[in-house]
Structures are given as structure tokens and as C-alpha cells.
Nanobody, 116 residues
């Protein structure tokens, strides 16, 4: 089992920045790919960004490319999402997604609200 705890969400004005963190504990030794998704009420959860746990190959959705940066710290079992130039349409609950070779895990979500 892998347990995930997200933090860093909040309220920010358009153009501002936030940094989300996801702390993992448990059986993280078989981690494969980690990332972030987001969801607004009434819509499906959508992919935001992901990175290989072994390093590199970050991938972003078109809507956040160039504004968001995903990174990970294997020593601390952490994954981060630096969000710059935030837009009101970035408002959502952001979920940490953690894939091991055996299973997929989700965090509880953290609310990000961007005011215009």
C-alpha cells in the first residue's frame, strides 16, 4: 500500500503561483510514474502532468504546458507541481496520482481556486 497526502492548495489571484506537494509513504520502492490530475464538479478527472519515478520524461497536458512544472524527490518520496501564471480555468481539486508496478493510488485532493 502507498498512502498519499497532498498539500499546498489555496486561493490565488490570476497570474499568481502555487506549489502543490504530495508526500508518499508505504511501499514506494516499486514506484513507476507519478503525476497530477484535476477535477471540477460535473466533469471528469483530467490529466495534468506526470513524470517517471526513475527520472525524466515529464509530460503535460496542453492546457498547462509552459506554465506548470512537475518534479519529484525520490529520497523524500515527494512529488511537486509548481503552477505559475495561474488562470481561473485552473480552478479545480488537484489529485496526486501514484503508480507502482502493482497498483495505482490517489490522494485525497487539494483545492486550488484562482480568482479573476
Amino acid at each position: 500500500q502507498v498512502q498519499l497526502v497532498e498539500s499546498g492548495g489555496g486561493l490565488v489571484q490570476a497570474g499568481g503561483s502555487l506549489r502543490l506537494s504530495c508526500a508518499a509513504s508505504g511501499r514506494t520502492f516499486s514506484s513507476y510514474v507519478v503525476g497530477w490530475f484535476r477535477q471540477v464538479p460535473g466533469k471528469e478527472r483530467e490529466f495534468v502532468a506526470r513524470i517517471l519515478w526513475s527520472g525524466g520524461m515529464p509530460l503535460y497536458s496542453d492546457s498547462v504546458e509552459g506554465r506548470f512544472t512537475i518534479s519529484r524527490d525520490t529520497a523524500k518520496s515527494m512529488v511537486y507541481l509548481q503552477m505559475n501564471s495561474l488562470k481561473p480555468e485552473d480552478t479545480a481539486v488537484y489529485y496526486c496520482n501514484w503508480k507502482t508496478y502493482e497498483q495505482e493510488y490517489w490522494g485525497q485532493g487539494t483545492q486550488v481556486t484562482v480568482s479573476s
